[in-house]
């Protein structure tokens, strides 16, 4: 059964570092990996998208990779801003349009000031 | 991209209650799917409704509690049926793009509390 985890679970972090969010995965037979950003009480947007084939991902500030041998994958945020505080969720699908998003359990991420 | 918007965003309803929460996007898609978010936690998948077929729901979840409809290819209801406070969740409509990249897309959500 696939299991998706993100560590931190939460992070602080002063305005301006660059900073790595986590997610691991049990099985490597995945279809993609997509990131996205989630405010409080809100619904979810999406961030970047990797393909089972492709290694990376970038969107302005954000970088996404994938590496499925060893079941990681992280969204590498620069300069961050207070603007970015949020929780960041990776779900990844096993299949095609008929599989379901498996949710990791999310980094609540705070940039200070 | 899609863009989906959600009816109501919010509410506040009584135990034993029903809820309808509409979902519309703004193109045809072959399926829509609901999920809930409780309380601090991540997202469950409910269940996925396509047009002219009975939903699927996932383990856990009934159809007797959470009756869906799917009338056309833009447009979706869930309802949440004789309401308990263990109900309280933002529940959230969302479709699958069209190209082979099934890049996800999520409606607002709807934030609601049993009292």
């Known amino acids: 059964k696939q299991e998706v985890t993100q560590i931190p679970a939460a992070l602080s972090v002063p305005e301006g570092e660059n900073l790595v969010l986590n997610c691991s995965f049990t099985?490597?037979?995945?279809?993609?990996l997509q990131w996205f950003r989630q405010d409080p009480g809100k619904g979810l947007t999406s961030l970047l998208l990797?393909?089972?084939?492709?290694r990376e991902q970038t969107s302005g500030r954000l970088n996404a990779s994938l590496d499925k041998s060893s079941g990681r994958s992280t969204l590498y945020i620069a300069a961050s801003q207070p603007g970015d505080s949020a929780t960041y969720l990776c779900?990844?699908?096993?299949?095609?349009?008929?599989?379901?998003?498996?949710f990791g359990t999310g980094t609540l991420l705070a940039v200070q000031p | 991209s899609a863009v989906i918007s959600q009816k109501p965003s919010r509410d506040i309803c009584q135990r034993g209650t029903s809820l309808t929460i509409q979902c519309q996007v703004d193109?045809?898609?072959?399926?829509m799917f609901w999920y809930r978010q409780q309380p601090g936690q991540s997202l469950t998948l409910i269940a996925t409704?396509?047009?002219?077929?009975?939903?699927?729901?996932e383990s856990g979840f009934v159809i007797d509690k959470f009756p869906i409809s799917r009338p056309n290819l833009t447009f979706s209801t869930l309802t949440v049926s004789n309401m308990s406070p263990e109900d309280s969740s933002i529940y959230l409509c969302?479709?699958?793009?069209?190209?082979?990249?099934?890049?996800?897309?999520f409606g607002p959500g709807t934030r609601l509390t049993v009292t």
């Open positions: 969302s479709v699958a793009g069209t190209t082979d990249s099934y890049e996800q897309y």
């Open positions: 099985d490597s037979a995945i279809y993609n």
């Open positions: 409704a396509n047009q002219g077929s009975e939903a699927t729901y």
């Open positions: 779900a990844l699908r096993t299949g095609g349009a008929t599989n379901k998003l498996i």
């Open positions: 193109s045809q898609v072959t399926m």
């Open positions: 990797i393909q089972s084939s492709q």
